[in-house]
């Protein structure tokens, strides 16, 4: 099952080259681009085949929305690295471990995915895990002040290191973990938003704890 799930990458990959490559082929031949471009961007559809991306987050808990980006970054990244934040100015509803271990479940049949948490500088998560491409998605004009401030710091502390944006579905694109809670808090319906281990681990959660206080941050 490996070395099937291997090849089925390197399959994406190939086919998201050849499609990409055949565009480049008629937009040289309908307006005459410089070569140098044109031999450029080949060779940054290789390397994106090639390449370990990180995709960071508090993922408290994960979304569909986020499920969603990580299954097709796949279609562009040899890898990802589902990076779960230890952040000290949060206080989430669920623990490090609990977050990384629900992660794990919902992409268990992925051998091309890791989850691991960190601390600290991203970028330097990043450089220890050998990626050099950061991964984040942009759900709305209010998340790019942020993305775009957090994606210029990265790279003035380590220029190696690249940031790609990506667009949620339509779908998932009001979604957000802090919705999720508060939906599932008032009793509200999940299906659809969430995978259905998760929404298991969040209705045992508020079970568990019936006086509990989210924290919005």
Sequence with gaps: MKMLSTKLTRCNAAVLIACSAVLLFHLTKEYQFDNTLINRSYALLFFC??????????????????????????????????????NPKKQPLFTTKERVDMIQTVFSQKTNVEVRSFHGLLVDFARSNQANVIMRGLRAISDFEYEFQMALMNRKLDPEIETFFMTPSVDYSFLSSNLVKEVSLLGGC??????????KRLRQKFEQNPNITLYKG
Excluded: C, W
Aim: hydrophobic share 45%; proline share 6%; charged share 20%.
């Design 49 to 86: 085949a090639q390449m370990k991306a990180v995709y960071p987050g508090s993922f408290d808990p994960i979304t569909n929305g986020h499920v969603d980006i990580i299954h097709r970054g796949l279609k562009i990244f040899q890898r990802i690295v589902v990076a779960v934040l230890e």
């Design 190 to 199: 999940l299906k659809g938003l969430i995978p259905e281990s998760i929404e």
